[in-house]
């Protein structure tokens, strides 16, 4: 099952032609572009084949139009005109694949296979040649949406999708784990978390919510809050110290992850927000544990019930800040200081972070547990589901 979220997203890397999907409107087929690579003959199932492997290596995302053109064509080409029922108004997905496929009527197979390779003959040739995989420097896996390098004794995770403000993909969170797992064994004495851009991280990517998959959004919720609670376990059982260097604003899961971390160094860019109530969603990252012990119930209650967005000093005065630093100095004196720590002898920083960390470890998994409960819930209900509906619209993409 193909995602909404890559539909969205344009994850390239993930996409099959299962289920692409939107619901903008698909433009009348004469309107597409005549095929500019293939002779004037009738497309074949094996030119349908190399398209479709074609469309697999592209690196930029077409958008949403066009993906959503190839994903009917594709389906009219191989199945035929769409006889599946309607799906609900709240399976999003599946609405809009269905309302382009339908758009398609009785379109006969052949003419939409030959679309299909003409659409993406000519979006191949007007896009870049792919680009030779950049090899990795020393100490540094692949870059993505998610660059880890070790150096000097640190490994440093960096959210790495700044046009979409640092957000967070499914993917993403099963990259974070497999980095912290790596971390904990490697020769770092310590393990940052930061982000590339104006962004630290806009918390949760809202259209992880919107991919459904066919056992219908029980499903969904239910394996979303095993994620969810496997990934913040990894926080609360990392054995080294986690320092985030917050670069800039910091949003939803970005922020109550914090109280698990040992250091928070923050830009005075940065700003913190945990947007839970407009969005129909309760905290997480054990926010509702660490937050109300680091800064007080009520404190904590504006923040995580009434979305009250803290500045850095204000973040800072409140105990989830460690220190604040002028924007232009940022980067230089957090890492001067970071390097000067490497230089601590190792066994006792982790030693004497074993001591600070083991008595609430086990209290923390059961809070873990129980919020990822609730948010099983809170995603399965309307407000949360109109909130995201809300987001994304505005933004175009529904
Ligand atoms: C396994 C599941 C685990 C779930 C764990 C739960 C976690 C809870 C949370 O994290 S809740 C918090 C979720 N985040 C938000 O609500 C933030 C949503 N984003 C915004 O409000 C704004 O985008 C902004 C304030 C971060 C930035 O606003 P600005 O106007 O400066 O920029 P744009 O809105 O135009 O954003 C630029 C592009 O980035 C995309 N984007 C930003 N944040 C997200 C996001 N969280 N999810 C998905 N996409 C996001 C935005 O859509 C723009 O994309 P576009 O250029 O393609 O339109």
Redesign the pocket.
């Known amino acids: 099952m193909t995602t909404m979220a890559q539909v969205i997203c344009g994850l390239a890397r993930r996409w099959c032609f299962g289920a692409l999907g939107s619901p903008l409107q698909v433009p009348c087929l004469q309107a597409l572009p005549l095929h500019l690579g293939r002779t004037a003959t009738r497309a074949s199932q094996r030119d349908l084949e190399n398209a479709v492997h074609q469309v697999k290596l592209w690196k930029k995302d077409p958008g949403n139009e066009v993906k959503l053109k190839l994903y009917a064509l594709y389906k009219q080409a191989t199945e035929g005109p769409c006889n599946l029922p309607k799906p609900g108004m709240m399976d999003l997905v599946n609405k809009a694949k269905w309302d382009a496929w339908s758009a398609l009527g009785s379109l006969p197979k052949e003419t939409a296979r030959e679309n299909y390779v003409d659409l993406v003959s000519s979006l191949s040739a007007a896009s870049e040649p792919p680009s030779p995989a950049k090899p990795a420097a020393d100490g540094e896996q692949a870059g993505g949406d998610l660059v880890v390098t070790s150096e000097n004794h640190i490994t440093t995770i960096t959210f790495n999708r700044p ?3 640092n ?1 967070i993909t ?1 993917q993403m ?1 099963q990259d974070i784990m497999l980095a912290l797992q790596a971390a904990s064994k490697d020769d770092s004495v310590l393990t940052v978390l930061t982000g590339n851009g104006e ?1 630290y991280c ?7 919510f919107t991919d459904i998959p066919p056992e219908g959004p029980e499903e969904k919720a239910r394996t ?1 809050a095993i ?2 609670r496997e990934f913040v376990d990894c926080f609360i059982d990392f054995p080294k110290p986690l320092v985030a260097v917050v670069n800039g ?1 910091a ?3 970005s922020v109550t992850l914090l109280g698990l971390f040992d250091l928070v160094y923050a830009s005075d860019r940065a700003t913190f927000h945990t ?2 109530g407009p ?1 129909g ?1 309760s905290p ?1 990252g054990c926010s509702s544990y660490t937050f109300p012990k680091m800064m007080g119930p009520s404190k904590a209650a504006e923040m995580l019930i009434f979305g009250r967005k803290l500045t850095a000093q204000e973040a800072c005065a409140q105990g989830l800040v460690t220190e604040v630093f002028p924007d232009s100095t940022f980067q230089k004196e957090v890492w001067t200081r970071l390097r000067a720590y490497t230089k601590l002898p190792p066994n006792a920083v982790r030693t004497s972070r074993e001591v600070m960390r083991s008595k609430g470890r086990e209290r923390l998994h059961a809070v873990n547990a129980e919020e990822c409960g609730a948010l099983q819930q809170r995603w399965l209900s309307e407000e949360c589901t109109s909130a995201v509906v809300r ?1 994304l619209s505005r ?3 529904l």
């Open positions: 046009a979409k403000k957000a499914t969170y962004y806009s918390g949760n990517d809202l259209t992880n979303n994620l969810l604003p949003v939803g899961i947007p839970f969005l969603l997480e987001f933004r175009g993409k």
